[in-house]
């Protein structure tokens, strides 16, 4: 199978090693699904076969709970990489 490698920084290695954690996915997977929705547009569609990709969220919570969850992964990652928080979604 073929490879692909990209240079980042450490703090953009850690930021996605972090959001591929909160969805449940390795690094190698989670840079793969993000490149082929992007390029085949599909985040904007449906989600198709191998390339649903979101963040993990346990069963039987509320949708406020669901919000600060995924709000909380998305900050995570913006604060590792100095970037400012999001107050919403």
């Given amino acids: 199978m073929p490879t692909i490698s990209a240079k980042i920084s450490k703090k953009e290695l850690d930021a996605i090693t972090e959001h591929a954690n909160a969805c449940g996915e390795t ?13 085949t547009f599909m985040d904007g569609f449906n989600e198709e076969g191998d390339y649903k990709l979101g963040i993990s969220i346990p069963d039987n919570v509320s949708g406020e709970e669901e919000s600060m969850i995924v709000l909380g992964s998305i900050n995570k990652a913006r604060r590792i990489l100095g970037l400012q928080e999001q107050d919403r979604l």
């Fill in 27 to 39: 690094v190698s997977n989670l840079i793969r699904k993000c490149v082929i929705r992007h390029a």
